[in-house]
């Protein structure tokens, strides 16, 4: 026991962070977990325990280009639409092929992550060369491109394989994509994809937290990790010593496109019928919010930011008049509590700062 509490001791600051995060959000899945076992969980409540991971994979994902490379998107609901509409896709047409659902689950979660990154290549390499608020307009562009095509996209199964057309004049419908009449209709244009078996857990999103959570953090500390924050800090001084720019910034982008992409196809199986304008631009600026409030850089902050603010207006859905209004009221003074000197010289006595961690990593 003295010899692990001396290895402990032994370890950097930036590491027990790390191992406290995986401690708590295991903690917090063994206690949620064990509430719902023994029925003091709401079906409001266990209905939000999936979105709430989807959105937490979101903030984290959306932290390491915010927080740790410094530039803004608020095209990440565009990513997120591109993993769930894909998710959805293939966990449907594997169902007679894949019985096991967690199998296709998991299936969904790997291809939508691909297909996110694939996308976050594309877009990534001619709009990294933007920075700032020129970033941010392009990159809300495609969020609003992504859910136009997919409002456009006819997509079904038979026993020939996916039948896909776009229907781009309004003159085609689900019959018009050549499908057999026993055929399954996944997606129907702007009625989005109906009819999905729900086959998101609880226990997936936790699984896709920890994976995603070891990926990020696991980036930070890495050789890349630092010439990320490098190129946030002082770009030219970074490029001057070598730092390939559109390396590191693509890694970080497509890497964060591609945990959207998993949270999307968490998200999007957990519901029998999903459109595409749950994923616009208001979605984008609410994983924002969560990353702001829970601090940029600070995974753990994300964690919390996005599970409290989640859960805040169903909380206060009694309230329905002044719902919104109180929202709001908790957002300004959260800003007001994380931007106050003394409770910043409390934290930092906790929580390392980022500038400290760069260098401990």
């Known amino acids: 026991m003295k010899k692990l509490i001396g290895k402990i001791k032994g370890l950097k600051k930036t590491t027990k962070v790390d191992f406290a995060t995986y401690g708590g959000v295991i903690l917090a899945f063994l206690i949620v977990s064990a509430l719902g076992r023994f029925g003091f969980l709401n079906r409001s409540i266990s209905g939000m325990l999936v979105p709430i991971c989807a959105y937490i994979v979101m903030a984290v994902s ?114 018009d994509i050549g499908m057999a009449p026993d055929g399954m209709a996944i997606i129907k244009g702007a009625q989005g994809a109906t009819g999905t078996a729900t086959i998101a857990s609880f226990t997936a999103g936790f699984i896709l937290i920890m994976l995603t959570l070891v990926i990020v953090l696991n980036l930070v500390r890495s050789r890349a990790g630092r010439a990320i924050m490098a190129l946030r800090d002082n770009r030219i001084a970074a490029e001057s010593v070598g730092v390939n720019v559109t390396k590191y910034k693509l890694m970080a982008f497509v890497t964060s496109a591609a945990l959207a992409g998993a949270a999307g196809a968490l998200y999007g199986l957990n519901y029998s019928g999903l459109t595409a304008s749950k994923f616009g631009f208001d979605t984008s600026i609410l994983v924002l919010v969560y990353v702001v409030l829970g601090g940029l850089g600070n995974m753990w ?58 260098d401990n990593g």
């Open 62 to 175: 959306l932290n390491l280009v915010v927080g740790i490379l410094g530039e803004l998107s608020l095209g990440h609901a565009g990513f997120m639409s591109v993993g769930a509409f894909t998710g959805v896709i293939v966990a449907q047409s594997l169902q007679a092929s894949v019985p096991s659902a967690p199998l296709r689950l998991a299936l969904a979660i790997v291809v939508g992550a691909m297909f996110a990154a694939v996308a976050g290549v594309i877009v990534g390499i001619p709009v990294l060369r933007l920075r700032g608020d020129y970033l941010a307009i392009v990159t809300l562009a495609f969020g609003e491109i992504i859910k136009e095509l997919i409002n456009c996209l006819l997509v079904g199964y038979d026993s020939k394989g996916l039948h896909i057309a776009f229907n781009l004049d309004g003159s085609l419908t689900i019959n």
């Open 301 to 358: 902050g994300s964690i919390i930011a996005a599970t409290v603010l989640y859960i805040l207006p169903e909380a206060l859905r009694e309230f329905r008049d002044y719902r919104m209004l109180v929202y709001a009221i908790v957002l300004i003074l959260v800003m007001l509590a994380t931007n106050n000197d003394q409770l910043k010289g409390l934290l930092g006595r906790i929580i390392p700062k980022r500038k400290g961690a760069a």
